[in-house]
């Protein structure tokens, strides 16, 4: 087998190449394509096909020097025929990736979804390495995890195994975008301590935070984190609740899964350190005591890197 794989993480605003070296885990090469704008299967297929190519160029690899390349996408996929089956995200449905990338490179092609890839990666070569039972969980725009059992991410009857977000925290809570009420992903995202504070600004309350804020554009994690470096008590606030809900789901897998180990990674755990810290302790304290003396919690380590490592190592 040759060391070298291509991965990509195939994400709602940006498609990540890179070259990795699979013994070492180290991303020889990589390049970035936004897919902000230029969404839809034609404009995907051609900015992935355009960036293995200048990947190839610019680091002078020859495509006979390539294992495979293997793409973890943001949404649903059929991972045995390498078709991704719905990506709203990247306004993608029934695009055959695997079909198009062998007829331009000749190379095995192996599809995943963006969160197992992650996981795979925080495996090989990040925060999990050494361990083979754990659950990731990923709290950005959304919150997504993998289920991790003996080494294999675990999959499940549709291939939607690991769909935390929409865990059903609050019987006759906030409507989600999957249309059920009460998902978690409604209360411990990004987006959802996003729209916590924007109505409490729009009832009058003060917060730190307008000093970042920019008219059309989201809150990021990073306006959160600088808010909280000033004590603002809005933003605490809304962010203890989303802590208080995602504690609340976590304590749930511990005692439905028992894992040894749970990562938490993503925007904003990356970013916001007291949201992570807040959310452990609560964690540790909500689920049964047994289960609570095994669990370890550790921050993703490999970042944006974490996809496309685990990319190269879907088969
Ligand atoms: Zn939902």
Same mark, same amino acid.
């Given at each position: 087998?040759?060391?070298? @794989?291509?991965?990509?993480?195939?994400?709602?605003?940006?498609?990540?190449?890179?070259?990795?070296?699979?013994?070492?885990?180290?991303?020889?090469?990589?390049?970035?394509?936004?897919?902000?704008?230029?969404?839809?299967?034609?404009?995907?297929?051609?900015? %992935?096909?355009?960036?293995?190519?200048?990947?190839?160029?610019?680091?002078?690899?020859?495509?006979?020097?390539?294992?495979?390349?293997?793409?973890?996408?943001?949404? $649903?996929?059929?991972?045995?025929?390498?078709?991704?089956?719905?990506?709203?995200?990247?306004?993608?449905?029934?695009?055959?990736?695997?079909?198009?990338?062998?007829?331009?490179?000749?190379?095995?092609?192996?599809?995943?979804?963006?969160?197992?890839?992650?996981?795979?990666?925080?495996?090989?070569?990040?925060?999990?390495?050494?361990?083979?039972?754990?659950?990731?969980?990923?709290?950005?725009?959304?919150?997504?995890?993998?289920?991790?059992?003996?080494?294999?991410?675990?999959?499940?009857?549709?291939?939607?195994?690991?769909?935390?977000?929409?865990?059903?925290?609050?019987?006759?809570?906030?409507?989600?975008?999957?249309?059920?009420?009460?998902?978690?992903?409604?209360?411990?995202?990004? @987006?959802? +301590?996003?729209?916590?504070?924007?109505?409490?600004?729009?009832?009058?309350?003060?917060?730190?935070?307008?000093?970042? %804020?920019?008219?059309?554009?989201?809150?990021? @994690?990073?306006? +959160?984190?600088? @808010?909280?470096?000033?004590?603002?008590?809005?933003?605490?606030?809304?962010?203890?609740?989303?802590?208080?809900?995602?504690?609340?789901?976590?304590?749930?897998?511990?005692?439905?899964?028992?894992?040894?180990?749970?990562?938490?990674?993503?925007?904003?755990?990356?970013?916001?350190?007291?949201?992570?810290?807040?959310?452990?302790?609560?964690?540790?304290?909500?689920?049964?005591?047994?289960?609570?003396?095994?669990?370890?919690?550790?921050?993703? $380590?490999?970042?944006?890197?974490?996809?496309?490592?685990?990319?190269?190592?879907?088969?």
């Amino acid at each position: 087998m040759k060391k070298v @794989s291509i991965g990509i993480d195939l994400g709602g605003t940006k498609i990540l190449i890179a070259l990795v070296n699979k013994e070492t885990g180290e991303v020889l090469h990589h390049v970035k394509k936004k897919t902000k704008k230029d969404k839809g299967p034609q404009n995907i297929i051609r900015k %992935m096909v355009n960036g293995i190519e200048e990947l190839l160029e610019e680091s002078k690899f020859h495509i006979e020097d390539i294992d495979s390349i293997g793409v973890g996408a943001a949404g $649903q996929v059929d991972r045995e025929n390498g078709i991704i089956i719905g990506a709203p995200n990247l306004d993608c449905y029934d695009l055959n990736i695997r079909e198009h990338l062998t007829s331009h490179f000749n190379l095995p092609v192996y599809l995943g979804n963006d969160v197992e890839i992650a996981a795979m990666g925080e495996m090989k070569f990040g925060a999990a390495k050494g361990c083979d039972d754990f659950v990731c969980v990923f709290v950005g725009t959304g919150v997504g995890s993998s289920i991790v059992k003996d080494g294999k991410i675990i999959h499940g009857a549709t291939g939607t195994a690991g769909e935390i977000g929409h865990m059903i925290v609050d019987l006759n809570g906030r409507q989600c975008a999957c249309g059920a009420h009460g998902c978690l992903e409604a209360y411990a995202s990004r @987006s959802a +301590i996003e729209k916590r504070i924007e109505g409490a600004l729009r009832k009058g309350r003060h917060s730190a935070i307008l000093d970042y %804020m920019e008219t059309g554009k989201s809150i990021s @994690s990073s306006m +959160i984190q600088k @808010s909280i470096e000033r004590d603002d008590e809005l933003v605490i606030q809304c962010v203890n609740e989303a802590a208080e809900y995602l504690s609340g789901g976590l304590a749930s897998i511990i005692n439905f899964i028992n894992p040894k180990l749970i990562i938490l990674g993503g925007g904003l755990i990356e970013a916001v350190d007291y949201f992570y810290q807040t959310t452990i302790k609560k964690a540790r304290a909500k689920c049964l005591p047994v289960p609570a003396t095994k669990i370890e919690f550790k921050k993703a $380590q490999l970042g944006d890197y974490s996809g496309v490592i685990g990319a190269a190592f879907l088969k």
